[in-house]
Each structure stands twice: as structure tokens, then as C-alpha cells.
């Protein structure tokens, strides 16, 4: 649980949905080291509760510019021992990217002004994404002289591998409707009360499915983007039967005979 208020983030809770704003706007809301444990923090909050969904967003209209440069700037100086404290701070990014993909819940990021780096890769460990008209997303460490490091598992995931080529290697710029056509994100929505209505939607459909059933379809295709699927059959069935044998499916059933709601719908 997170010992104190964080810093870098405001955090809002209404019934089932945790909203976390990225709350540096002075630097567009690039990630600092003190951001990332609080991320950390903030979902293992969430995941230990009975919350059910994650909202990722920026304050003051931007998501997130990406890494801090002036954390990076004194990892640099910093005297290397036995471990790199560059190598340190990037694997810290790395592990919240890693968090928010493998987490049951479900995660809903909701993209717009400066998308940059390692915001770029935070957005693609979304389940959802929904981008306004004024986004602007930028994949620049190539143009810098570094690399998409963390992000480059997620870029692959969500992207496709000759997407993620073509964008780490051009240093790609672009807006909402190229980042719909080629799959970033879900929609692309006017700013305001249009994305704020999609997001709504978003959520309604959300709340509207079992969380339990939600966590263990999020296992399961994790797993089947790796395995064959013939190798899956068994552990697909068990896990159904475990679901339909389970209070959710119970419930589940009995509501669609009964023409109701089910008892975790919002």
C-alpha cells in the first residue's frame, strides 16, 4: 500500500474505476523515478482492492513527454558500479510497463497532446486506448541516438512487428487518425466532451463483465500469443469449466434466464 499521498500523480476512485492522472504538467507529465515507484504503487493499490478498471491519463491536456531527461542526466553522471544506474532507471520504466500489461485489471488510457517515448509505450500496455484529435504521438530516441528499449516488446504487441520497424526507425510524428488506422489505438475522438462520452462508453461495457472472467481472459491471451493453439486446449477447458463451475458463471446464467442485470454490472 502506498505509505504517503503521491507526488507526481492524482489519484481519483469512483465505484469500481481508479483514475490515475500522470500530474507533472510543468514538464508535459514526463515520467521522473519518484513517478515510476508511484505507479507501482498506485496499481498494486488498485489490484489489491476491489477496483476493476484503471484509467492511465495526463493533466492539462498532455499524456506524457516521456522519461525525465533531467533523471536521465544524472544517471548519467552518476559513478557506475556493479550495476549502471542508466541500465537501473530505464529497467525501472521497464517493470512499470510490465505491471500495467500483466495486470487483471482491466487498463483504459485515455491519450492526448504530447505522447512521446516512453508514454508512446505506457499507451501500449493499455487494453483500451482512446486518443483525442489533438494527440500528438512521437517515437524519438532513434533521432536522439538511443532506443526504444522498454517499449520495444509492446510496440511489437500492439503494432505489429513492421509497424514497430518502420516507426522506431524513422523517428515517427504523427496524429489520432494514423494511430487508429494502424492500430495504436480504438478510437479517435474530438477533444472534450466526445472523448469524455467514449470513455464513458468504454467503461459501461467494462463494468458490465465479470471481473473475474475478465482477469482470467487477459491470462489467456497473454499466454495464446505465444503457445500453439493445440497446447492451449487443455488449459483453455479447464479454465472454462473452473469459470462456468464458479459464482460468476452461476450468476451469469441465472441473469440471462432471469432477463436481468448480473450482480457485477454497474
Given at each position: 500500500m502506498m505509505a504517503d499521498a503521491p507526488t507526481t500523480l492524482a489519484i481519483d476512485r469512483k465505484g469500481g474505476v481508479l483514475t490515475?492522472?500522470?500530474?507533472?504538467?510543468?514538464?508535459?507529465?514526463?515520467?521522473?523515478?519518484v513517478m515510476l515507484a508511484e505507479l507501482l504503487a498506485a496499481l498494486?493499490?488498485?489490484?489489491?482492492?476491489?477496483?476493476?478498471?484503471?484509467?492511465?491519463?495526463?493533466?492539462?491536456?498532455?499524456?506524457?513527454?516521456?522519461a525525465?531527461?533531467?533523471?536521465?542526466?544524472?544517471?548519467?553522471m552518476a559513478p557506475v558500479g556493479e550495476t549502471d544506474?542508466?541500465?537501473?532507471?530505464?529497467?525501472?520504466?521497464?517493470?512499470?510497463?510490465?505491471?500495467y500489461a500483466r495486470s487483471p485489471l482491466a487498463v483504459?488510457?485515455?491519450?492526448?497532446?504530447?505522447?512521446?517515448g516512453g508514454g508512446f509505450g505506457l499507451a501500449c500496455t493499455a487494453d483500451v486506448a482512446l486518443a483525442s484529435r489533438d494527440v500528438d504521438f512521437r517515437l524519438p530516441e532513434t533521432s536522439l541516438g538511443v532506443i526504444p528499449a522498454q517499449i520495444a516488446p509492446f510496440l511489437v504487441e500492439r503494432l505489429g512487428y513492421g509497424q514497430a520497424k518502420r516507426l522506431a526507425v524513422t523517428g515517427a510524428r504523427f496524429g489520432a487518425d494514423e494511430a487508429y488506422r494502424i492500430g495504436l489505438v480504438h478510437r479517435a475522438c474530438d477533444t472534450g466532451a466526445d472523448l469524455d462520452a467514449a470513455l464513458a462508453e468504454t467503461l459501461r461495457q467494462i463494468l458490465a463483465c465479470a471481473p473475474g472472467a475478465v482477469?482470467?481472459?487477459?491470462?489467456?491471451?497473454?499466454?495464446?500469443?505465444?503457445?500453439?493453439?493445440?497446447?492451449?486446449?487443455?488449459?483453455?477447458?479447464?479454465?472454462?469449466?473452473k469459470a462456468a463451475r464458479g459464482p460468476e458463471g452461476a450468476e451469469g446464467l441465472a441473469a440471462f434466464i432471469e432477463k436481468r442485470k448480473p450482480n457485477w454490472a454497474e
Open positions: 490515475i492522472r500522470l500530474n507533472r504538467p510543468e514538464v508535459r507529465n514526463a515520467m521522473s523515478q498494486a493499490d488498485a489490484e489489491a482492492t476491489d477496483a476493476r478498471v484503471v484509467v492511465l491519463r495526463g493533466s492539462d491536456g498532455h499524456f506524457c513527454a516521456g525525465d531527461l533531467r533523471d536521465m542526466a544524472a544517471a548519467r544506474p542508466v541500465a537501473a532507471s530505464n529497467a525501472a520504466f521497464g517493470h512499470v510497463c510490465a505491471a483504459v488510457a485515455v491519450l492526448e497532446g504530447s505522447v512521446m482477469a482470467e481472459t487477459k491470462a489467456l491471451l497473454r499466454r495464446a500469443r505465444f503457445e500453439d493453439a493445440g497446447a492451449l486446449v487443455d488449459h483453455a477447458a479447464t479454465v472454462f469449466a
